[in-house]
């Protein structure tokens, strides 16, 4: 069978852009290299593309690569004008441009299959504000929460009166915890607002929950939508919450626990719960879902959803699947044959009209 030709992006103008090079480097490692044909192309800090040896964090001394749309088709070139195809892409990117629809709207424009949700799924999950919305209207349980903007100075007392102390101070489209803070008294408030609002002209307000903190990760093979087995992480003490900090710099900081240690009807309540935030924000392929599990209430509310979740060696996804009994390598099949069914079938779609009209 002849070799795929697959695009790995990795790097992005966005404040994950290092943990998207963890990531992409473990998918690179993993990716069966008898079935795939891999190009890594790396996009640095200020938004360059360039072809690489690899997954580096040198983007630039790779082979910079353009853009152009020649008759109608977008192609990607290398600096000595040879256009690159591809049979399908995945963007190991996360946050901003690559995980937010920007990246999936120019790979539809250009034709190529992707791994991962479309521009709508991706958008909505981003926006930490849309996907409480959405989930709300579905009946799936959120936290409670308020949004700002740069145009509004939030209200100590308003928001203490609202949601109770500690709450929690969001970007409302980021990842990885950047930006994020835990305010315990007026005197950490304006802290935090600064601190987020210079990632994000929008900002979301959470009451703080206490709770177990649980993921579970949503994969579609063939027609299939499955939930993974959920995983804990239990943070140590000395962090407030799933800091960046905890996340990828102290591996001390947290223990991963592969499958969560909860009673069975609560592991099937996140696993279907998982399953329809997925659909409700309308996301494709695969997505880490992040809940919190009210023990004492027996309850549970989704936090978030990752479209595009860490593959770094610290990341769940990977995991819980691995305990499911796919491999890395059979995962990144999956994703990537689930990209290219789903291409064909959108392909199949008809794009002309015959209206009769003038
Ligand atoms: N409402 C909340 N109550 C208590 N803790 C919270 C709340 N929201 C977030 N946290 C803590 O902050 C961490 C980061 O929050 P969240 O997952 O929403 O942000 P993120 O930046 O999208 O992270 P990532 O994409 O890496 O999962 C959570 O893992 C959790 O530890
Ligand atoms: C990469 C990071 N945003 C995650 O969700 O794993
Ligand atoms: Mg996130
Ligand atoms: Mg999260």
């Known amino acids: ?84 195809n591809f049979d399908v892409a995945f963007p190991a990117l996360h946050g901003t441009d690559g995980e937010d629809g920007n990246i999936q709207g120019l790979l539809e424009v250009a034709g190529i299959p992707y791994a991962g949700s479309d521009v709508m799924g991706s958008s909505i ?57 835990k305010v315990k008294s007026k005197e950490d408030f304006q802290k935090a607002l600064d601190e987020a609002f210079k990632y994000d002209n929008e900002i979301i307000i959470e009451e703080f929950v206490t709770s177990r903190e649980l993921e579970c990760s949503v994969l579609v093979d063939g027609d299939q939508i499955k939930a993974s087995v959920p995983g804990e992480i239990v943070v140590d003490k000395n962090y407030e919450f799933y800091t960046f900090e905890a996340k990828y710099v102290d591996g001390n900081a947290a223990k991963l626990e592969i499958p969560a240690k909860v009673p069975t009807h609560i592991e099937e309540a996140i696993k279907d719960l998982s399953i329809n935030a997925f659909k409700a924000v309308g996301c494709q392929g695969f997505a880490r879902v992040d809940v919190f599990y009210l023990e004492d209430r027996g309850i549970c509310y989704i936090n978030e959803i990752n479209t595009i979740p860490g593959f770094t ?38 794009t002309n009209f015959n209206s009769g009209l003038e």
């Open 1 to 84: 069978m002849q070799k795929k030709k697959v695009a790995l992006l990795y790097g992005g103008k966005s404040v994950e852009h290092d943990i998207s090079i963890r990531s992409a480097k473990n998918i690179f490692e993993a990716a069966s290299k008898e079935k795939y044909d891999l190009y890594c192309i790396g996009i640095d800090k200020k938004g360059g593309w360039f072809l690489t040896e690899g997954i580096i964090s040198e983007m630039s001394t790779g082979e910079e690569l353009s853009l152009s749309l020649e008759f109608g088709k977008m192609i990607f070139k290398t600096e000595n004008g040879k256009a690159l």
């Open 125 to 181: 999950a981003m926006n930490k504000y849309y996907t409480k919305q959405v989930l709300e209207k579905q009946g799936i349980p959120v936290c409670k929460y308020l949004y700002f903007d740069y145009t509004h100075q939030p209200d100590f007392d308003q928001i203490e009166k609202n949601l109770g102390l500690p709450f929690i101070v969001k970007p409302i489209n980021l990842g990885s915890s950047v930006g994020v803070s």
């Open 313 to 350: 060696n610290s990341s769940m996804f990977p995991m819980m699947w691995k305990h499911d009994g796919y491999s890395f390598e059979g995962l990144i099949d999956t994703i990537l044959d689930e990209a290219i069914y789903r291409f064909e079938r959108k392909t199949r779609l008809k």
